[in-house]
């Protein structure tokens, strides 16, 4: 329940005046609900004694009347810019946290960013966000304009009719939908969560199934992997189906609260009436506004039903939000490039053994470096600390002689780039995947640079920039994404440039042409590259060889 708070407070934070103003209508259309009816029982009553007294004609009926129109008309404005204003303030948090969502997810450490899948992180964005609008509109905002509305109906009445009919209504709605509605939040907590759960995983299922959709048809799975999206359905459509029984006996119980209540309300009244305490219009005072008081509580019957699921929701979202990022908080920057590593170690927290230990190397502008190892050796690992997407256990890494964290990240990224082994290629023509690494780049600097990774050709036979990709990169092959991913990181002209297994999937003629333009293009480019291929090891001007048991060894080849 602290996450609810907790982003409720978010919500608060970034739309607080909207929120009160909402909240204060919210207050004022329950208040006006409770007058209204609480005054037609007065009019009707009093008119119908004056009526048999035979004071009809002398009876105000003008007055009450203007009052009824004016509190039903009053009533609508309020309902009408209470919603509007919650609504719209709600909708807006919630994009503010949506925008939260993605900046804590870029930020992420690597580790939590490697393990993270597509579905998850749309789930976290639309589901999850989505579900955290009843925490003001159905939970919080409506509770505490009912409890308000509550005790000032109590302190009228007190004043207006009787402390003894008063505390009845009071007494009852209070203690009876508490426990009506603790009931039904603890009927429908596992049901609502497993119904959260079901939902985000057929969609992600399904997310799954049109993604992998060719090799499970090549495995035979396309049919059982559509069946297991399918029984995904159905257990969410069961879980909701449990909860609508969950809400309507909620809903059952509270209209049987009130009818007890109001009965009550009447009996105590004609009680009163009998004594002489007070006149038969008051009693129906009473009456009348225990039967408005429904309002206050029937409402929340629909927030205890999906509970479960805003508690689910909240707490996820409050753990992304509180994900500690690696990026560093640096502000100085250097003219240079020259990488240089001293000692570095780094060690996974579940790990019995570092992954490097003690390694030292040094890059200059215009020097190329190939780091070799077996699988496993750590060749990646350097390439990620070097780029300051992990960070190390011990030893020192700088950048143009400023340590790696003192840099700030917009300056870092200007002078250093990494092309990871696995990269991806967002839906959009062949000239916007180009332009995200240089979004002013002309048309003849995207040739130029397609030239330089032997690409030209096969954009011109494809139709121009203006081909268009499919998602993933789809109409390309493994190796033609591969090249335009490495154009992409060129056109940014880093001075230092990481490249993890840069030709991989590329035959070897095509590689050394690769390696070959990649130089021309970056001449002054300090160039490390992981590599296991031997026209990258050939093609570099160092090699260091990477091995759990020897760290470290240069050959120069």
């Not at 978010?10 to 005046?17: A, F, G, M, N, S």
């Not at 035979?54 to 009347?65: E, I, K, M, T, Y």
């Not at 429904?294 to 805003?310: F, H, I, N, Q």
């Not at 689910?312 to 003219?335: I, K």
Request: glycine residues 8%; neutral net charge; charged residues 20%.
């Amino acid at each position: 329940m602290s996450s609810l708070w907790r982003i409720f407070r978010l919500i608060l934070r970034d739309q607080k005046t909207a929120l009160m103003r909402g909240a204060v209508l919210s207050l004022v259309v329950l208040i006006a609900g409770i007058a209204l009816l609480g005054l037609s029982g007065w009019f009707i009553t009093a008119a119908a004694a004056a009526g048999l007294a035979g004071a009809g004609l002398v009876f105000d009926v003008f007055r009450p009347s203007a009052m009824v129109r004016f509190l039903a008309l009053g009533r609508t404005a309020a309902r009408y810019g209470e919603r509007l204003l919650t609504h719209d303030a709600t909708l807006k948090a919630l994009t503010s946290i949506r925008i939260r969502l993605l900046e804590a997810t870029v930020s992420a450490p690597h580790d939590a960013l490697v393990r993270l899948r597509g579905p998850q992180a749309l789930n976290r964005l639309m589901a999850d966000v989505d579900a955290l609008d009843g925490v003001p509109l159905r939970l919080i905002l409506p509770v505490m304009a009912g409890i308000a509305a509550q005790l000032l109906t109590f302190l009228v009445l007190w004043w207006l009719v009787d402390i003894r009919i008063a505390l009845w209504i009071i007494a009852g709605f209070l203690a009876a939908s508490t426990v009506t509605l603790i009931a039904a939040a603890r009927a429908a907590a596992a049901a609502s969560r497993q119904e959260e759960t079901a939902a985000q995983n057929f969609r992600s299922g399904f997310i799954d199934l049109i993604r992998a959709r060719a090799d499970l048809a090549v495995y035979g799975q396309l049919a059982r992997q559509g069946e297991a999206v399918l029984a995904s359905d159905a257990s969410r459509q069961t879980r909701r189906t449990r909860l609508d029984l969950v809400e309507r006996r909620a809903g059952f119980a509270l209209s049987v609260t009130g009818t007890v209540v109001a009965s009550g309300a009447l009996a105590i009244g004609m009680v009163l009436v009998q004594a002489g305490t007070i006149t038969p219009a008051l009693a129906a005072i009473g009456f009348f506004v225990s039967l408005a008081l429904m309002e206050t509580v029937a409402p929340l019957r629909r927030a205890m039903a999906d509970l479960g699921r805003m508690v689910v929701a909240a707490g996820r979202v409050d753990d992304s939000l509180s994900v500690v990022g690696t990026d560093g908080n640096g502000t100085l920057s250097s003219e240079t490039a020259r990488l240089r590593i001293e000692d570095l170690t780094f060690r996974r927290s579940d790990a019995t053994r570092p992954v490097l230990n003690g390694v030292s190397l040094e890059l200059g502008p215009g020097e190329s470096l190939a780091i070799t190892g077996a699988s496993g050796s750590g060749k990646t690992t350097l390439l990620l600390l070097a780029a300051r997407i992990l960070p190390a256990s011990d030893g020192h890494i700088s950048v143009g002689g400023v340590r790696l964290e003192d840099w700030s990240e917009r300056e870092l990224r200007s002078v250093l780039t990494l092309v990871p082994q696995r990269s991806a290629l967002m839906a959009g023509t062949i000239s916007e995947a180009l332009r995200l690494g240089a979004r002013d780049a002309t048309d003849a600097e995207l040739w130029d640079v397609l030239e330089a990774v032997a690409l030209a050709s096969v954009v011109v036979a494809k139709g121009g920039l203006d081909f268009r990709l499919e998602p993933m990169g789809a109409g390309l092959s493994g190796g033609e994404a591969r090249r335009l991913v490495i154009a992409r990181s060129l056109l940014r002209h880093p001075k230092l440039l990481l490249l993890d297994e840069p030709t991989e999937e590329l035959d070897d003629a095509t590689a050394l042409a690769v390696l070959a333009g990649i130089r021309a293009y970056l001449p002054e480019a300090g160039i490390l590259t992981a590599s296991h291929r031997m026209a990258e090891i050939k093609w570099a001007d160092r090699v260091m060889a990477l091995d759990q048991s020897c760290p470290q060894a240069e050959d120069g080849l």
